[in-house]
C-alpha cells in the first residue's frame, strides 16, 4: 500500500487550467483517469487525510503510486481525451459499463451496388444504415417480413445472389413477391435504390407520406374497378400499420431523442436507454456496471453518454437527449455531443409532458435491469471477495491474492509439448492477459522440466521489463539467478510485435501475480518455485492443485492443504485450474493439426493458401509437381519464375517418404494422382 504523500505533486507543480490525469501503479500501468475544469483543484482533493476519503478513492490513490497530467484548451477537449484514454488504457478504477448482450441492428447496405438488408450485430461499418438496437432478432425479421410486400428490397446474402444471378433463376422470395429480384435484371439498380431508400425512410419515421399514397392508389384502383390491385394496395396498407403498431407511439411531436436513466445502489448501477425516433421507440438497451470510484448519478451519466456516442457521428446522435442528471459541466457534453452529430442537440432532464412520462417507464426498467442482473450474479461480489480471503488464509499469505496465474503443460503422447498461463483479476478471468508456450528447451514428455522452464521464461521477461522501466537497481544477481535476457520472446503466442515505448499501455508479462497456481502436485509445485529461486524471486506464492483429490500443495510441504469442498477459494482455484488446462489443450489440438496439414510448400516464403491450391489443382499432386519443371510450375496462372524456382528448390531438399507396405500381401502401396494412398 502506497502512501499518496509519496507522489504528491509540489504546490505550484499542478497547473490552474482545464486538463485530464492519470493515476499510475507502481508497475506504471494507468489505473485511473479523469479529467477536470481545473487541475490544481481537482488534484487537491485526492491528497487529502485518508480518512476523509470515499472508500473507493482511498483504495484506488493508496495503489497508485504516481500522478501525471496533460493540459488542454478547453472541457470539450479534456471530455474527449479522457473518453479516448478510457478506451486505450482500460484503467480498473473507472466505471466501465458493459452490455449484458450483443443488440441486433436492423442494416442496411447501402454501400452496395443493391442494397441489402439484414440483422447486424458488432461494430457499425461505413456506408450501411443502421436502426435499432432491437431486443431480439426475431423482433427484427417480423418487422421486415411485413415490410417487404411494400419494399421489396433484396435480403439475400452474397453468395445466393451471385448464384441466382448466374443461372437466371430468383430465389423463392422472388417468386412471390417479396424481393424485386435485381439479380435476374427484374429491376434497374436505381429502381432497387429507390426500394431501400423507401425502406430507410419508412423505419426512420416517416411513415404517413406512404400510408397515404398507397390510401390514394387503392381508392383510385377502386374507382377505376381494378379490384384485385386495389385489394394487393389495401394488404399493404395494413403489413404497413401493423409493422408501426410493433413500436407503439411514445411521443406525439414525432420526435428524435434518446431516453437516458439510471438505477444505482453503493455497489452497483444499471442504465437503459431508449431509442426514439419519429415519435416511436425504435431500439432499447441496456448495460450494467461495478461502481469502482466514487461517483455520483451525474456522473455515471456523464460516462453513459461517453460510451454510447463515443464512436457515433451524424444521425446516430439523436437531436435530443434526455437524462435523470445533468453531468458535472453540461454545456461541454452538449458541445461534445453537437460536435458528433454536426448539429445542435439538446441535452436536458424532462420536467413535464409526455417525455417525462416515458421517462419513468425507462427508469422502472432500469430499476428491474438491476434487480436482475443482482440476482443473476447471486451476490457474486461478496462470493469472490470470500474465496480470495479464504484462498490467502489456507495459504498463509498477507494479502488476498488479487491477481492469479495458473500455468498448465499438454501433449500428446510426448508430441507438440506446449504450456498455458492464465490469468484471473479480482476472481475474474482476465483473457486479454492469456499467453501460450511452446516448449523449447528439451524434446519428449517431462512435464516437470516443462514447468520449470515455462516458469523460468515468464518471470525472465517479467525482470526485463521492470529492469527496462527503470523499477529497480540493477544489483549483483543471487546466487544460482539467470538474468540474462530470455532469447525465446515468442513463446509461440501471438503477441511479439507490440509496442515497446513506456506509455502506460499493458506490456506482455510486465505484471507480477501475487499467486502461481500449477496444474500439478508435489513435483511440478517444486519445479515452479526452484524456477523462481534461481531468478531470486522471492515475493511471489506458489501452489499446485492436484487433480486427483483436488489438493491443494505448498512448496517445501509433505502434506497437503486440504480445503472444504464447499470452500468458495478451492471452487475459484478449480475454475482457474480448469481454464488453463482448457487454454493449453485447445492450442496443443490446434498446433497438432497444423503440423499434420502440413506441406513442402509451407517452407515456400510469399506463396499463400490461394497459390498452393493453384499450384495442386494444376498438377494433380505434390508428386507431380515435385516431377515438374521450372517452365510448366512458370505455366500455372499467379506463379513467376523466381516463385517457381523457390518451389521446385523446397521440393527438391525434401526427403522422399518412405514407402507404404500391405502387410497382408506385401505390396508397396503407390501414391495415387490426387496425393492418397491405394
Known amino acids: 500500500m502506497a502512501d499518496p504523500s509519496s507522489y504528491r505533486p509540489k504546490p505550484g507543480q499542478i497547473p490552474d487550467?482545464?486538463?485530464?490525469?492519470?493515476?499510475?501503479?507502481e508497475h506504471r500501468r494507468v489505473i485511473y483517469v479523469g479529467k477536470a475544469k481545473s487541475l490544481r483543484q481537482r488534484l487537491a482533493n485526492y491528497f487529502q487525510d485518508l480518512a476523509s476519503l470515499h472508500p473507493r478513492t482511498r483504495t484506488m490513490v493508496t495503489t497508485a503510486a504516481s500522478v501525471e497530467w496533460t493540459v488542454v484548451a478547453t472541457e470539450v477537449e479534456a471530455l474527449q481525451l479522457e473518453y479516448s484514454w478510457i478506451k486505450e488504457f482500460?484503467?480498473?478504477?473507472?466505471?466501465?459499463?458493459r452490455d449484458d448482450k450483443s443488440y441486433p441492428y436492423l442494416a442496411v447496405t447501402l454501400n452496395e451496388e443493391f442494397p441489402r438488408v439484414q440483422v447486424m450485430r458488432g461494430a457499425k461499418k461505413k456506408g450501411v444504415r443502421y436502426f435499432g438496437p432491437y431486443g431480439h432478432a426475431w423482433a427484427i425479421r417480423e418487422t421486415v417480413d411485413l415490410m417487404l410486400r411494400v419494399f421489396p428490397v433484396r435480403t439475400c446474402s452474397a453468395g445466393v445472389f451471385k448464384n441466382a444471378t448466374r443461372t437466371g433463376r430468383p430465389c423463392l422470395l422472388g417468386y412471390i413477391g417479396k424481393c424485386s429480384a435485381p439479380c435476374v435484371g427484374r429491376v434497374t439498380p436505381e429502381e432497387h435504390r429507390e426500394l431501400a431508400d423507401g425502406f430507410c425512410d419508412f423505419m426512420a419515421g416517416r411513415t404517413g407520406t406512404y400510408i397515404r399514397r398507397l390510401e390514394k392508389d387503392m381508392m383510385a384502383a377502386a374507382e377505376e374497378m381494378e379490384y384485385e390491385r386495389a385489394?394487393?394496395?389495401?394488404?399493404?396498407?395494413?403489413?404497413?400499420?401493423?409493422?408501426?403498431?410493433?413500436?407503439?407511439?411514445?411521443?406525439?411531436?414525432?420526435t428524435d431523442a434518446d431516453l437516458i436513466a439510471v438505477a444505482e445502489d453503493e455497489l452497483e448501477a444499471a442504465v437503459q436507454i431508449f431509442h426514439v425516433r419519429g415519435g416511436r421507440v425504435r431500439g432499447q438497451r441496456g448495460w450494467v456496471t461495478d461502481k469502482v470510484e466514487a461517483v455520483d448519478t451525474s456522473g455515471l451519466v456523464e460516462h453513459a453518454l461517453q460510451q454510447l456516442y463515443g464512436e457515433e457521428t451524424?444521425?446516430?446522435?439523436?437531436?435530443?437527449?434526455?437524462?435523470?442528471?445533468?453531468?458535472?459541466?453540461?454545456?461541454?457534453?452538449?458541445?461534445w455531443l453537437a460536435d458528433r452529430r454536426g448539429s445542435q442537440v439538446s441535452l436536458r432532464i424532462p420536467q413535464r409532458g409526455d417525455k417525462k412520462d416515458l421517462m419513468v417507464t425507462v427508469q422502472r426498467n432500469a430499476q428491474q435491469a438491476l434487480g436482475l442482473h443482482k440476482t443473476k450474479r447471486a451476490s457474486d461480489l461478496t462470493t469472490r471477495s470470500r474465496a480470495l480471503e479464504e484462498i490467502a488464509e489456507a495459504l498463509g499469505l498477507d494479502t488476498a491474492p488479487l491477481r492469479i496465474e495458473c500455468f498448465d503443460i499438454s501433449h500428446l503422447q510426448g508430441d507438440d509439448v506446449v504450456a498455458s498461463m492464465v490469468v484471473f483479476e479480482d476472481g475474474l478471468a482476465r483473457k486479454s492477459e492469456y499467453r501460450r508456450f511452446q516448449i523449447k528447451g528439451f524434446e519428449g514428455q517431462d512435464d516437470?522440466?516443462?514447468?520449470?522452464?515455462?516458469?523460468?521464461?515468464?518471470?525472465?521477461?517479467?525482470?526485463?521489463?521492470?529492469?527496462?522501466?527503470?523499477?529497480?537497481?540493477?544489483s549483483p544477481a543471487p546466487s544460482g539467478a539467470v538474468p540474462a535476457p530470455d532469447t525465446a520472446a515468442g513463446d509461440g503466442d501471438p503477441f511479439d510485435n507490440e509496442p515497446r515505448e513506456d506509455d502506460g499501455r499493458p506490456k506482455r508479462f510486465a505484471y507480477p501475480?501475487?499467486?502461481v497456481v500449477v496444474d500439478g502436485g508435489q513435483p511440478q509445485v517444486a519445479a515452479a518455485k526452484r524456477a523462481l529461486d534461481e531468478l531470486g524471486i522471492d515475493d511471489i506464492a506458489v501452489c499446485g492443485l492436484a487433480k486427483r483429490l483436488e489438493e491443494v500443495w505448498l512448496p517445501d510441504d509433505d502434506d497437503p492443504v486440504v480445503l472444504p469442498r464447499s470452500s468458495e477459494g478451492l471452487y475459484l482455484l478449480q475454475r482457474v485450474r480448469d481454464e488453463a488446462h482448457r487454454f493449453a489443450i485447445t492450442y496443443q489440438r490446434a498446433k497438432r493439426a497444423k503440423r499434420i496439414r502440413s506441406s513442402p510448400l509451407d517452407a515456400v516464403a510469399g506463396l499463400g493458401e490461394t497459390r498452393k491450391q493453384a499450384l495442386?489443382?494444376?498438377?494433380?499432386?505434390?508428386?507431380?509437381?515435385?516431377?515438374?519443371?521450372?517452365?510448366?510450375i512458370c505455366e500455372v496462372p499467379g506463379i513467376g519464375r523466381r516463385t517457381a524456382e523457390s518451389v521446385a528448390v523446397a521440393l527438391a531438399s525434401t526427403a522422399p517418404a518412405a514407402p507404404a507396405v500391405n502387410t497382408a500381401t506385401g505390396e508397396i502401396i503407390e501414391e495415387d494422382d490426387g496425393g492418397s494412398t491405394t
Open 314 to 335: 451524424g444521425d446516430s446522435v439523436p437531436k435530443e437527449v434526455l437524462v435523470p442528471a445533468l453531468p458535472e459541466d453540461p454545456e461541454a457534453v452538449s458541445q
Open 513 to 515: 501475480p501475487q499467486l
Open 17 to 25: 487550467s482545464p486538463g485530464v490525469y492519470k493515476f499510475r501503479d
Open 231 to 254: 385489394a394487393r394496395l389495401r394488404d399493404d396498407v395494413e403489413a404497413l400499420k401493423r409493422a408501426m403498431e410493433k413500436s407503439a407511439v411514445v411521443l406525439a411531436d414525432a
Open 90 to 97: 482500460d484503467p480498473r478504477f473507472n466505471v466501465k459499463y
Open 616 to 632: 495442386i489443382k494444376h498438377f494433380g499432386s505434390v508428386k507431380k509437381l515435385k516431377q515438374a519443371t521450372i517452365d510448366e
Open 448 to 474: 516437470v522440466r516443462s514447468m520449470h522452464e515455462v516458469i523460468g521464461r515468464r518471470f525472465r521477461r517479467y525482470l526485463q521489463e521492470k529492469e527496462r522501466t527503470g523499477e529497480w537497481e540493477e
